[in-house]
C-alpha cells in the first residue's frame, strides 16, 4: 500500500507563492503513474486542482488555476510538487495529493484509490 505526505502548506499574503511538496512511500509498485493535487474548503466537496501522469508527464489542470499553479514530478523519488504563484484569498484551502487513479476523469475524487493527510494553506488579503 501507497502512503503520502504532503507538506510545504503555510501561510501567506495575497500575491505571494508557496510550493507543495508530496512524497510517495511503501508500496510505490502499486499505481503510482498519475498523481494529483485536490483542494477542499469546509463544506465544499473536493475540488481537482492538477494532475501530472507518467511516462509522458501529461499534466493536468483546473481551467480556473491554470497559469498560476504548476504541477510537477520527480519520477525517481515518485514525489509531486504543486508550484502556486499570485495566490489569492480563494486559494485558502486544505490541499490533498492523491495517486492510485483508476478512472476516467482526472478531476473526479471517486476515480483516486489513495489520498495524503493534506497540507492547508491560509492566503491573507
Known amino acids: 500500500q501507497v502512503q503520502l505526505v504532503e507538506s510545504g502548506g503555510g501561510s501567506v499574503q495575497a500575491g505571494g507563492s508557496l510550493r507543495l511538496s508530496c512524497a510517495a512511500s511503501?508500496?510505490?509498485?502499486?499505481?503510482?503513474?498519475?498523481m494529483g493535487w485536490f483542494r477542499q474548503t469546509p463544506g465544499k466537496e473536493r475540488e481537482g486542482v492538477a494532475a501530472?501522469?507518467?511516462?509522458?508527464?501529461?499534466?493536468y489542470y483546473s481551467d480556473s488555476l491554470k497559469g498560476r499553479f504548476t504541477i510537477s514530478r520527480d519520477g525517481a523519488k515518485i514525489a509531486v510538487y504543486l508550484q502556486m504563484n499570485n495566490l489569492n484569498v480563494a486559494d485558502t484551502a486544505m490541499y490533498y495529493c492523491?495517486?492510485?487513479?483508476?478512472?476516467?476523469?482526472?478531476?473526479?475524487?471517486?476515480?483516486?484509490?489513495?489520498w495524503g493527510r493534506g497540507t492547508q494553506v491560509t492566503v491573507s488579503s
Open positions: 501530472i501522469c507518467v511516462p509522458s508527464f501529461a499534466t
Open positions: 511503501g508500496d510505490t509498485l502499486s499505481d503510482t503513474n498519475c
Open positions: 492523491a495517486t492510485d487513479f483508476y478512472g476516467d476523469t482526472w478531476f473526479d475524487e471517486g476515480d483516486w484509490g489513495t
